[in-house]
């Protein structure tokens, strides 16, 4: 999947389905992630398929381990071992940033006029603490970005149909987003949260247009014919991957 926001002249970026890759069972099989025990060659061949697909060099792929932060990861800065970042940056053609999720929210961040992007993981954590704020941030202090030009995408992830939550993320939520409505919403049994909402608010917040944010992904959980979900699967499936580079 792609997004028309993106000027694909500019960039290559896309949030690939489940389907085309080599992964069997539950992450029948296009799973692009190592951390949950799929066999490696699977996993290597699946992102080589999404490389080649996309037309990107699989060599110049750069992803790191997520920890449901805020940290931003500017590619080329020094990273500690292990890299642990939840955004990655860059404003050097030819690298292409990856976030993974598979329910949590993966986001793609172009600027077409300065030839920034960003790839961003935000789950609840995240998105509560500021994952996007530092996102846009970053963007605009290190490389030069006016948030007004920059264009967001959110992938494929877990909607507001299926995101029940405990009190503890609605009070969450209120605390960092106090007055924003639709935010949560009532369910059959406990209330959901839409983090597609949250995650506007946010970069409506730090500058962003609200006609350059494209959230209307659809929901992993609800679609098991083509996206992966922990909520549903839990461990034994698979993950997802969006991607963005700036072309050479
Ligand atoms: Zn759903």
Redo the contacts with the bound molecule.
Sequence with gaps: MTSPLIPTDLFVHGFPTRHGGVSTGRRDSLNLGYRWGDAPENVAENRRRVASCAGFDIERLQVTKHVHGTRVWVVGDPAPDPPEFDVLVTDKPGYTLGAFAADCVPIVLADPVRRVVAAAHAGWRGTVAGVMRNAVRTMAERLGSRPSDILVVLGPS??????EVGPEVVAAFASALPGVRGLVVPGPEKPHVDLRVATRAILEQEGVHGEHVDDQP??????PDKFFSFRRDGQEGGVHMGFIGIRG
């Design positions: 877990i909607g507001p149909c299926c995101f659809p929901c992993t959980r609800c679609n």
